[in-house]
């Protein structure tokens, strides 16, 4: 019974037959592994043995032994392995401003040998981003968040304003010049004429599409009826030449923050502003219209709503972001009213520094001394030049950085506006619970009473009503989604602008004192002949 239960021996040809495969499998992989050391291409050899098996696992999915460079494992599979993962650093590369590679360049271990990439690589590559879809689209709005809009070759520019009409008909028309390289357009370059309203009409529909769902549409600039009344009267003075010119860059700088937004960029009422050349008339833009004064009636009642409704916050971010932005927008109204009168100041001086010119060259005319009327003469001169100067750093300090504190009060108002439209997502998907609620309740009194006539219609608004609920929350959470984002980019875009505004209002303060400086010096050893 023992000898039964013991297992038969292995025939001498079974194990002779096993050895002559296992010694087959071995001289095969040592010369497969010569050939990868003498050269071969790791990369198509890895990408076709992918594309030939289907079901072989994903990357991602195998077992950190088998992809980690510590392994103890063969000498070859520590290199394809290295490969392998280097192969999808490099796919990601393409599409990715936070290439993988940084992670061997900041790690203090020694880094893994790399084979250089051959280019007929290039279609498996391609056919490796058809497979992993996921991955290339994050990286995609990685690559566009932190491009914030510059990858977008477009230049627009606001000039050439021209008064059409007359009388309390007349308009000015202004000249959109655009120059892009991007293919959603039809020519390069292009140039349309445009009117005051038309700006208002695009900003309304742009406001119509976008700010509910949570994007920060850049406000267009305001009106102002006293200005324009002066421009179609047809007075010829200073302040009417300064408000048009006023007009002018307020409009410039609202189509370059538009057409900085990249999901405002891609609409098609934008591109047809920028090129077409006949646009449909602008309608309900004035300010004295019933639509606006239905404007201003909304507006109101919005306010009163925000008062009334009180949201339970259950995320930080929102709550203390709201909160940066409230202070945020007092302390550039503070701001701006101080660079107001900073700009008010200057302008006061240039006027007092032409009257103070002008009374030293009256009194150098009637002076007897030669040289004292000579040195009060050109005293008037230098402070002519100065006055020139006073002027120049008055409209720095205006358009350089009081229209820049303008801009983003009215920036920060659309910016708290999603807000409150979140709030009002917020609001409509706890009047849907609720009336989910009573939709319910309703249910079960039927059903307690029995009657079944009422039933099949009360289970239908029940289902209709969960479908809302669910769409609410879903609606709440995108617009959530999409604030955030906004945010950053909004965050990113102040940073950059306030930046270069700062430099370029420093250097015209140090060109300024700079000039004087070379005025009064040159006028000092005329001061010092004086006998």
């Known amino acids: 019974m023992a000898a039964e239960r013991e297992p038969p021996p292995f025939g001498d040809g079974d194990l002779e037959g096993e050895e002559e495969e296992d010694a087959a499998a071995a001289a095969?992989?040592?010369?497969?592994?010569?050939?990868?050391?003498?050269?071969?291409?790791?990369?198509v050899s890895t990408t076709s043995t992918l594309e030939s098996s289907p079901s072989s696992p994903d990357p991602a999915s195998l077992p950190a032994e088998d992809i980690s460079v510590k392994s103890n494992g063969p000498k070859s599979d520590v290199l394809v392995d290295d490969d392998h993962e280097d192969l999808f650093a490099e796919a990601t590369?393409?599409?990715?401003?936070?290439?993988p590679e940084k992670d061997y360049r900041n790690s203090p271990e020694p880094t893994p040998a790399i084979t250089p990439v051959s280019p007929t690589l290039l279609a498996p590559r391609a056919e490796l981003?058809?497979?992993?879809?996921?991955?290339?689209?994050?990286?995609?709005e990685e690559l566009e968040e932190e491009a914030n809009g510059d990858v977008f070759d477009i230049q627009v520019s606001v000039s050439d304003p021209e008064k059409v009409g007359d009388g309390m008909n007349a308009y000015m028309a202004y000249s959109v010049s655009t120059k892009t390289t991007?293919?959603?357009?039809?020519?390069?370059?292009?140039?349309?004429?445009?009117?005051?309203?038309?700006?208002?009409?695009?900003?309304?529909k742009l406001a119509s599409k976008y700010i509910h769902v949570g994007y920060i549409v850049p406000p267009a600039p305001e009106k102002s009826l006293v200005g324009m009344t002066k421009v179609k009267v047809g007075k010829e003075d200073p302040s009417s030449a300064d408000f048009v010119e006023k007009r002018r860059a307020s409009l410039e700088r609202y189509l370059q923050r538009t057409i900085k937004h990249p999901t405002l960029l891609q609409d098609p009422d934008l591109r047809q502003f920028l090129e077409s050349s006949e646009l449909p008339r602008a309608v309900s833009t004035q300010a004295l219209s019933g639509a606006g004064i239905l404007r201003m009636v909304n507006k109101a009642a919005d306010a009163v709503n925000k008062m009334t409704i009180k949201m339970n916050e259950s995320d930080a971010w929102f709550e203390e972001k709201q909160q940066q932005f409230e202070n945020l927008d007092q302390q550039l109204r503070k701001l701006q009213n101080s660079v107001d009168l900073l700009?008010?100041?200057?302008?006061?001086l240039s006027v007092n520094t032409a009257a103070f010119a002008k009374s030293a060259a009256m009194l150098g005319n009637s002076e007897d001394h030669t040289a004292l009327s000579r040195a009060l003469s050109q005293l008037a001169e230098v402070e002519e030049k100065i006055d020139q100067l006073h002027q120049e750093q008055a409209n720095a300090d205006f358009y350089l950085f009081a229209e820049l504190l303008s801009d983003y009060v009215r920036l920060i108002t659309s910016v708290k506006g999603v807000f409150d439209y979140r709030m009002k997502c917020w609001q409509k998907w706890q009047d849907a619970q609720a009336t989910l609620q009573k939709?319910?309740?309703?249910?079960?009194?039927?059903q307690y009473a029995n009657k079944p006539d009422k039933l099949q219609q009360a289970k239908e608004e029940i289902r209709e009503w969960e479908a809302r609920?669910?769409?609410?929350?879903r609606d709440f959470e995108q617009i959530s989604k999409t604030i955030r984002k906004e945010v950053g980019r909004f965050e990113k875009e102040r940073v950059k602008d306030f930046k270069s505004v700062i430099i370029k209002y420093l250097e015209s303060l140090v060109h300024t004192q700079q000039q004087l400086i070379k005025y009064w010096e040159a006028f000092l050893p005329e001061a010092k002949a004086i006998a």
């Open 439 to 446: 939709k319910r309740e309703a249910d079960a009194k039927l």
């Open 93 to 99: 590369e393409e599409v990715s401003l936070d290439s």
């Open 343 to 348: 700009v008010c100041h200057r302008k006061e």
């Open 129 to 140: 981003k058809m497979s992993h879809p996921k991955m290339f689209e994050v990286s995609k």
């Open 182 to 204: 991007l293919s959603m357009f039809n020519s390069k370059e292009f140039a349309v004429k445009r009117r005051f309203s038309d700006f208002l009409g695009l900003h309304s």
């Open 469 to 473: 609920v669910q769409q609410g929350e």
């Open 28 to 43: 095969a992989d040592d010369e497969e592994f010569r050939e990868l050391e003498a050269g071969e291409d790791l990369f």
